[in-house]
């Protein structure tokens, strides 16, 4: 429950055409969130369902485009999304003409880049050697 909550927030906070916009949470028997529809599900979904025909290069070069857009939106407002893969990216448009194709989704591990600079600084020598 912590961790949709804390997705709620930053998806609330967050205004880019890279990230996935959200419109509102509701209560029906459980909690459900409202955001921006994705024809093509995840770059995962797509990838999973096109086994016959082969994502033209165009478009893969967009959603890492898209991907990079939205991942330093995020670093330039101070946030670590910590959970970059191709679940996480949403595709709205697989034509090449449109200006964005995929954005990005699930802050439910997202940190504060100020909170994770902070525990490095105080992390002992010895603990970074076990690692």
């Known amino acids: 429950m912590k961790e949709f909550e804390k997705e709620v927030m930053m998806l609330d906070k967050f205004r880019s055409e890279y990230i996935i916009q959200f419109y509102g949470v509701f209560i029906h028997n459980k909690i459900c969130m409202i955001t921006e529809y994705a024809k093509y599900g995840s770059i995962q979904d797509l990838i999973n369902k ?3 025909t082969e994502i033209p290069n165009k478009i893969r070069i967009k ?13 330039s407002n101070g946030i670590l999304h910590r959970d970059i893969k191709p679940d996480n990216f949403l595709v709205v448009s697989i034509d090449d003409n449109i200006g964005i194709n995929c954005k990005l989704t699930d802050f ?7 909170m994770t600079i902070m525990f490095i600084e105080r992390m002992e020598v010895e603990d970074i050697k076990k690692e």
Not at 63 to 75: E, N, R, V
């Open 50 to 52: 096109r086994t016959n």
């Open 63 to 75: 959603f890492m485009i898209d991907g990079a857009k939205g991942i330093s939106y995020l670093h």
């Open 108 to 114: 439910g591990s997202s940190r504060n880049i100020n």
